[in-house]
């Protein structure tokens, strides 16, 4: 069944209802107003530049105090990670205590005896380790991190309690790329602007897929589902979000962001200084894993030119076959077949299945011209 999906909320067409703006301050109780709930500080947008974090960190009005918390943790330490963790939330105690209501989480620093602790993993739980305090409402958590990038980290991140983010890694890329011609004659200001609303625009779309039209909606709602982490990990740090298949915990994600540290800092410099790209979004051959890699592509295009099935089913194989690479949960799963046949009596007959079948809501870009025609006829 093909089925044009439209959704909820169209984050173009009906902009004017949707909102991007977030409130930094302390939220009084609303039971009891007072003047000091009305003290709060719109941005209008949730990524920060440089000089708006700037800002925020040395604000002078009353009302207002903010305070740098360090996502670090000594590299080769036992359990540094868990460690670090602690300290970062005992830290935030004392400064909520202290009068803060500001608490910017930075990874700023990094050397090779400090390694970054993951944004969203400080940042998550940190945000349930206050909500298990009571005192999360006193509080706005704004994220200095290198790692957020793209959309899906920024949408993460602000559906796990983040109200603003500087991702300042990226506009260093940007003033490189500037700087070097890339963007053509395109100033650094102009840049980042439209790297701001690039990604405010692709945050807008996400949410609107739920039918929320504004972020402050969306701040903290964590409409997440996780994907291979274990039930201790998520019960702690990403509370209440569901994890079905489980999998990895804190020590494996100490053990990968490690890994990338010592590449970053190697004890011995071979005389190569550039960093391996990865292959997240291009197949490379030492990167990471992609279904469509040169002898998957070669061995599709081969088929359909050839029409040869031999090496359709080749290529089937090696797509549908990754369970030794742990590409695809399909391929993690097998089929567990009863152990006496089911009566034939007992199965519908086909003259009866395809009674059921509905084509009306299929466009004529959702299937083919034939597979409309055989649908029809059936």
């Given at each position: 069944?093909a089925?044009v999906?439209?959704?909820?909320?169209?984050?173009i067409r009906?902009?004017?209802?949707?909102a991007?703006?977030m409130?930094?301050?302390?939220?009084?109780?609303?039971l009891n107003?007072?003047?000091?709930?009305c003290?709060?500080?719109?941005?209008m947008?949730?990524?920060?530049?440089?000089?708006?974090?700037?800002k925020?960190?040395?604000?002078?009005?009353?009302?207002?105090?903010?305070?740098?918390?360090p996502?670090?943790?000594?590299?080769?330490n036992?359990?540094?990670?868990?460690?670090?963790l602690?300290?970062l939330?005992?830290q935030?105690d004392?400064?909520?205590?202290?009068?803060?209501?500001?608490?910017?989480l930075?990874?700023r620093?990094?050397?090779a005896?400090?390694?970054?602790?993951?944004?969203?993993?400080a940042?998550?739980?940190?945000?349930?380790?206050?909500i298990r305090?009571?005192?999360?409402?006193?509080v706005?958590?704004?994220?200095?991190t290198?790692?957020?990038?793209?959309?899906?980290?920024?949408?993460?991140?602000i559906?796990?309690?983040?109200?603003?983010?500087n991702p300042?890694?990226?506009?260093?890329?940007?003033d490189?790329?500037?700087a070097e011609?890339?963007?053509?004659?395109?100033s650094?200001?102009d840049a980042h602007?439209?790297?701001v609303k690039a990604?405010?625009?692709?945050?807008?779309?996400?949410?609107?897929?739920?039918?929320?039209?504004?972020?402050?909606s969306?701040?903290?709602?964590?409409?997440?589902?996780?994907?291979?982490?274990?039930?201790?990990l998520?019960?702690?740090?990403?509370?209440?979000?569901?994890?079905r298949?489980?999998?990895?915990?804190l020590?494996?994600?100490e053990?990968?962001i490690?890994r990338?540290?010592?590449?970053?800092?190697?004890p011995?410099l071979?005389?190569?200084?550039?960093?391996?790209?990865?292959?997240v979004?291009?197949?490379?051959?030492?990167?990471?894993?992609h279904?469509f890699n040169?002898q998957?592509?070669h061995?599709?295009?081969l088929?359909?030119?050839?029409?040869n099935?031999?090496?359709?089913q080749q290529?089937?194989?090696?797509?549908n076959?990754?369970?030794r690479?742990l590409?695809?949960?399909r391929?993690?799963?097998?089929?567990k077949?009863?152990?006496?046949?089911?009566?034939?009596?007992?199965?519908?007959?086909v003259?009866?299945?395809?009674?059921?079948f509905?084509?009306g809501?299929?466009?004529?870009?959702?299937?083919?011209?034939?597979?409309?025609e055989t649908?029809?006829?059936a």
């Amino acid at each position: 069944f093909a089925q044009v999906t439209n959704p909820p909320l169209d984050g173009i067409r009906e902009e004017l209802v949707t909102a991007t703006e977030m409130m930094i301050g302390s939220e009084e109780n609303l039971l009891n107003p007072t003047e000091m709930a009305c003290r709060q500080v719109k941005l209008m947008s949730p990524i920060l530049t440089n000089e708006e974090l700037a800002k925020l960190c040395h604000i002078d009005h009353e009302g207002f105090k903010a305070q740098i918390l360090p996502m670090l943790f000594t590299a080769g330490n036992e359990d540094g990670l868990k460690t670090a963790l602690d300290q970062l939330f005992a830290q935030a105690d004392e400064a909520i205590h202290n009068g803060v209501n500001i608490l910017v989480l930075s990874d700023r620093g990094v050397n090779a005896k400090q390694a970054p602790i993951p944004a969203l993993l400080a940042t998550a739980g940190l945000h349930h380790h206050l909500i298990r305090n009571r005192t999360r409402t006193q509080v706005a958590l704004l994220v200095e991190t290198g790692e957020a990038r793209e959309v899906h980290h920024f949408s993460v991140l602000i559906g796990y309690g983040a109200t603003g983010i500087n991702p300042y890694l990226a506009f260093e890329t940007i003033d490189q790329m500037v700087a070097e011609g890339t963007l053509g004659e395109e100033s650094v200001e102009d840049a980042h602007y439209h790297y701001v609303k690039a990604a405010v625009k692709g945050v807008l779309k996400v949410i609107s897929k739920m039918g929320i039209s504004t972020l402050q909606s969306y701040h903290g709602a964590q409409i997440f589902e996780a994907l291979g982490l274990n039930q201790a990990l998520v019960d702690q740090y990403f509370t209440w979000t569901p994890t079905r298949i489980e999998g990895i915990g804190l020590a494996e994600i100490e053990e990968e962001i490690l890994r990338r540290h010592r590449k970053a800092f190697p004890p011995r410099l071979n005389g190569v200084e550039v960093l391996d790209p990865g292959g997240v979004y291009q197949w490379r051959y030492d990167g990471e894993q992609h279904l469509f890699n040169p002898q998957t592509v070669h061995q599709l295009q081969l088929a359909c030119r050839t029409g040869n099935y031999n090496v359709f089913q080749q290529y089937s194989t090696t797509v549908n076959d990754q369970s030794r690479k742990l590409a695809t949960l399909r391929s993690l799963l097998t089929f567990k077949f009863a152990n006496e046949p089911i009566p034939i009596d007992e199965v519908e007959p086909v003259e009866e299945i395809v009674k059921r079948f509905k084509t009306g809501a299929m466009s004529y870009g959702s299937i083919s011209k034939e597979a409309h025609e055989t649908l029809a006829i059936a």
